[in-house]
């Protein structure tokens, strides 16, 4: 009963939760104002230990079988040099919104940024890893140049 922005799970373990399954309905890179129901299945991204954490804090009551997410995937995205993504924002790429995607890691210089913030700025030769639907996010994706 609580959205994700109230749970804060991201700030305090470092998880991204990267689709609901509510019954027979997948809500895809779920947004800080979606709410968080009794018997949701959650598939979340992190390290062992953020996903231990997390389990700590929601303590659920009953192991249930993994739902099949065959619609979410990681993708690998290269912001090559001239690419109109470079300069803008994570948030500012639009990835959320128009390719119901999350960015959760960007390799760059050869060093990972892992669960990066909304607000960081993307650079030509990062490397992307972009948790979604990877038609949708290709299809977004094409748009860049």
């Given at each position: 009963?609580?959205?994700l922005?109230?749970?804060?799970?991201?700030?305090?373990t470092?998880?991204?939760?990267?689709?609901?399954?509510?019954?027979?309905?997948?809500?895809?890179?779920?947004?800080?104002d979606?709410?968080?129901?009794?018997?949701?299945?959650?598939?979340?991204?992190?390290t062992?230990?953020?996903?231990?954490?997390?389990?700590?804090l929601i303590?659920?009551?009953?192991?249930?079988?993994?739902?099949?997410?065959?619609e979410?995937?990681?993708?690998?995205?290269?912001?090559?040099?001239g690419?109109?993504?470079?300069?803008?924002?994570?948030?500012?790429?639009?990835?959320?919104?128009?390719?119901?995607?999350?960015?959760?890691?960007?390799?760059?210089?050869?060093?990972?940024?892992?669960?990066?913030?909304?607000?960081?700025?993307?650079?030509?030769?990062?490397?992307?890893?972009?948790?979604?639907n990877?038609?949708?996010?290709?299809?977004?994706?094409?748009?860049?140049?």
């Amino acid at each position: 009963g609580k959205t994700l922005g109230e749970l804060r799970w991201r700030e305090s373990t470092g998880i991204n939760v990267v689709m609901i399954k509510r019954e027979d309905h997948h809500i895809a890179a779920p947004g800080r104002d979606e709410m968080i129901y009794p018997n949701d299945t959650l598939l979340v991204l992190g390290t062992d230990h953020q996903v231990q954490q997390l389990k700590e804090l929601i303590k659920p009551e009953a192991k249930t079988t993994l739902p099949d997410f065959d619609e979410v995937a990681l993708y690998n995205y290269s912001i090559s040099e001239g690419n109109e993504l470079t300069g803008k924002t994570i948030r500012e790429s639009g990835l959320r919104e128009k390719a119901n995607s999350l960015v959760v890691g960007i390799e760059r210089n050869n060093e990972r940024i892992l669960n990066p913030d909304s607000n960081t700025v993307l650079h030509a030769n990062d490397d992307l890893f972009i948790v979604g639907n990877p038609t949708l996010i290709k299809d977004y994706l094409l748009h860049f140049k």
